[in-house]
Nanobody, 117 residues
Framework: QVQLVESGGGLVQPGGSLRLSCAASGSSFMITVMGWYRQAPGKQREMVAIDISVSASSTNYADSVKGRFTISRDYAKNTIDLQMNSLKPEDTAVYYC?????????WGKGTLVTVSS
């Protein structure tokens, strides 16, 4: 059974940094897509950053985080990190790790990031 386990959430002041980590386990298939989504209170879940590994890795970022957030993926270990810099109050949300394996989406349970002074 595929499991995604996130870590690294917490409270940070505006302008600060935080790093989220996600580890996938339980799959014998290649993880085609791995990334991060977030859901703020009262809002729909949205894509933050996603890495698509087909013939060559392709990374996409939401416009709202470009230049501030960076993902790094270890294909051998099936892990993906999200480095978040220059955090803003509007980045407050539950962050979910996501993966697509053989056409099936999987989600982590989420980790809360709160940006507040």
């Amino acid at each position: 059974q595929v499991q995604l386990v996130e870590s690294g959430g917490g409270l940070v002041q505006p302008g600060g940094s935080l790093r989220l980590s996600c580890a996938a386990s339980g799959s014998s298939f290649m993880i085609t897509v791995m990334g991060w989504y977030r859901q703020a209170p009262g809002k729909q879940r949205e894509m933050v950053a996603i890495d698509i590994s087909v013939s060559a890795s392709s990374t996409n970022y939401a416009d709202s985080v470009k230049g501030r957030f960076t993902i790094s993926r270890d294909y051998a270990k099936n892990t993906i990190d999200l480095q978040m810099n220059s955090l803003k109050p509007e980045d407050t949300a539950v962050y979910y790790c996501y993966s697509l394996i053989e056409g099936t989406p999987y989600w982590g349970k989420g980790t809360l990031v709160t940006v507040s002074s």
